[in-house]
């Protein structure tokens, strides 16, 4: 499975943001999905994971009430639309796909990533 993930920028503080992840090969039917963020001098931290079914989603304290994750298996893309944006969400992000149905929360969890994409949050 190939990923392509797009929709980084720069944005202002308050301002959102919608990411895509696209599939260029195979399907992320029957697989769980999930975003991940590097910021610059830190780790990689989960931000978001889904389901297969989309009953399941999970995201990090610091996310949460604020950026959503959704799915179009149709469309082979998964989402993460961002919302009040802050100077700290300023990072790369990264797309993945787990062979797992479950919603993952460790990058462990997941066999293939995408490329990455910048969003910076600045006024």
């Known amino acids: 499975v190939q990923l392509q993930a797009s929709g980084g920028g720069l944005i202002r503080p308050g301002g959102s943001l919608k990411l895509s992840c696209v599939a260029s090969?195979?399907?992320?039917?029957?697989?769980?999905l999930g975003w991940f963020r590097r910021s610059p001098g830190k780790e990689r931290e989960f931000v978001s994971s889904i389901d297969w079914t989309e009953s399941q989603k999970y995201y990090s304290d610091s996310v949460n009430g604020r950026f959503t994750i959704s799915r179009d298996d149709g469309k082979k893309t998964v989402y993460l639309q961002m919302n009040r944006l802050k100077s700290e969400d300023t990072a790369v992000y990264y797309c993945?796909?787990?062979?797992?149905?479950?919603?993952?929360?460790?990058?462990?969890?997941?066999?293939?990533w995408g490329q990455g994409t910048q969003v910076t949050v600045s006024s």
């Open positions: 090969e195979g399907t992320i039917a029957n697989y769980a």
């Open positions: 993945a796909l787990s062979r797992m149905r479950v919603a993952q929360r460790t990058a462990v969890g997941y066999e293939y």
